[in-house]
């Protein structure tokens, strides 16, 4: 079980991960857990907890959760959180992630 803190002061949340399911989808944690393999904590500050949220889910369900595809002011808010979903995946090396943001993204354009 490994601990992530993300964001960073009254932003900041804890997700507790499942290692082997992190390090079977992300080549940063495999590496970083191959270095260090005592390590259970580790620190994104400056990463959106919602994206992470949004990563969380898809790790966990394999599927991201969506809105309608009508126009709302929470539209912009919907594409601005899958592109952030897309760059925590690129950060993670997680290239399953990366494709399943940029279908999202696809998917509501």
């Not at 290692?19 to 904590?41: D, G």
């Not at 949004?54 to 601005?80: A, R, V």
């Amino acid at each position: 079980i490994l601990t992530l803190n993300v964001g960073e002061d009254e932003h900041q949340k804890s997700f507790t991960m499942h290692a082997n399911l992190l390090t079977a989808r992300s080549c940063y944690f495999r590496n970083a857990l191959l270095q260090h393999p005592e390590q259970r904590s580790f620190n994104f500050p400056t990463i959106d907890p919602r994206a992470f949220a949004l990563y969380f889910q898809l790790i966990y369900t394999n599927c991201l959760p969506s809105k309608s595809n009508e126009p709302t002011n929470s539209t912009h808010d919907e594409y601005s959180l899958l592109c952030k979903l897309h760059t925590l995946a690129h950060t993670l090396q997680d290239c399953s992630a990366a494709n399943a943001a940029l279908s999202a993204i696809f998917t509501k354009a």
